[in-house]
Nanobody, 121 residues
Framework: QVQVVESGGGLVQPGGSLRLSCAAS????????MGWYRQAPGKQRELVAT???????NYVPSVKGRFTISRDNAKNTLYLQMNSLKPEDTAVYYC???????????????WGQGTQVTVSS
């Protein structure tokens, strides 16, 4: 059983900040959160930022310089600090985790339920 739980969304005014958290857990060999995605109404889900375990952060150009992805390995938690928020950042934000049932199994992706971020005055 795998759980991927996001938190931290909400309503914020343009120019404001929010910090999202994603905690991953499960009774499998390994599971870790590795990226944030978002889906606005009527649009496809898109990559926001990823941070592979042991790798460098990667951001979509529209959030570079405003968003920062980070990881707490002890808590197996991924964060997304979002500053200078814009109305176009409004979306449901999803966390993707990657895990494997055992050392010989190819990793699979697991998704959280999403957290709503609304940027509006």
């Amino acid at each position: 059983q795998v759980q991927v739980v996001e938190s931290g969304g909400g309503l914020v005014q343009p120019g404001g900040s929010l910090r999202l958290s994603c905690a991953a857990s499960g009774t499998i060999f390994s599971i870790y959160p590795m990226g944030w995605y978002r889906q606005a109404p009527g649009k496809q889900r898109e990559l926001v930022a990823t941070m592979p375990r042991g790798g460098s952060p990667n951001y979509v150009p529209s959030v570079k310089g405003r968003f920062t992805i980070s990881r707490d390995n002890a808590k197996n938690t991924l964060y997304l600090q979002m500053n200078s928020l814009k109305p176009e950042d409004t979306a449901v934000y999803y966390c993707k985790a990657r895990g494997a049932a055992n050392p010989l199994t190819h990793p699979s992706d697991y998704w959280g339920q999403g957290t709503q971020v609304t940027v509006s005055s």
